[in-house]
């Protein structure tokens, strides 16, 4: 996992005896704890700042890449690709809660939550965009184009979004994390690899 901050990586930290594939990060500020999407084993892994994992959700189907916290509603959001879906899970519990088609986009990549507009962003990597939409409604708010090439098959596989407005977009074809300063202007962060993982809410 990469610690990242005003678009500069801070730190890297291991993950203990990870085995799986990681297909999105959230930091839990209630309890914590970083959220982990595994999508070999189908599981949320929940890990200390140490890399020390402490616990595990179950995910009961594949295709979800991305997660985010909200500390609002204290729910993880999943997208999910397979149907194009957003899903809510309780993290005390690990039961699935609301869930709904997304407006725009198809086979979707990536959950930010962005508390200051209480939105959802995701990329629909079909379009090559981003969206933001209403956590509480699901309606579109916004959306802008990825910075990727027309080949690039799965970029916007990660969202992430920091107390400063600006979002990270992870890109698995160049291997690279863009930052989205006020979700507009974009800067590449050289050296992330789709191993090594980020988070913002620290």
Not at 126 to 139: F, L, Q, V
Request: overall charge negative; proline content about 4%; aromatic content about 12%.
């Amino acid at each position: 996992m990469v610690h990242l901050s005003s678009c500069g990586v801070v730190e890297t930290i291991s993950i203990e005896g990870f085995r799986g594939f990681a297909t999105g990060l959230a930091w839990d500020s209630r309890r914590g704890v970083f959220a982990v999407t595994d999508a070999l084993f189908l599981k949320i892994d929940l890990v200390t700042t140490k890399g020390i994992v402490v616990g595990q959700l179950s995910a009961p189907d594949t295709g979800f890449v991305g997660i985010a916290y909200d500390p609002g509603r204290d729910l993880y959001w999943l997208s999910n690709f397979y149907v194009d879906m957003i899903f809510s899970v309780d993290p005390k519990t690990g039961r699935f809660g609301p869930a709904f088609h997304v407006p725009e986009g198809s086979r979707i990549g990536g959950t930010g939550y962005d508390a200051a507009r209480d939105a959802l962003i995701y990329n629909g990597r079909n379009e090559k965009h981003t969206y933001i939409i209403s956590a509480s409604r699901g309606d579109l708010l916004t959306s802008f184009a990825l910075p990727v090439e027309a080949l690039d098959f799965n970029n916007g596989e990660d969202v992430g979004v920091a107390a400063d407005g600006s979002a990270w977009i992870h890109l698995f074809e160049p291997q690279g994390t863009y930052c989205f300063r006020a979700l507009s202007e974009s800067t590449p962060v050289v050296g992330m690899t789709w191993g090594r993982l980020k988070t913002i809410y620290r």
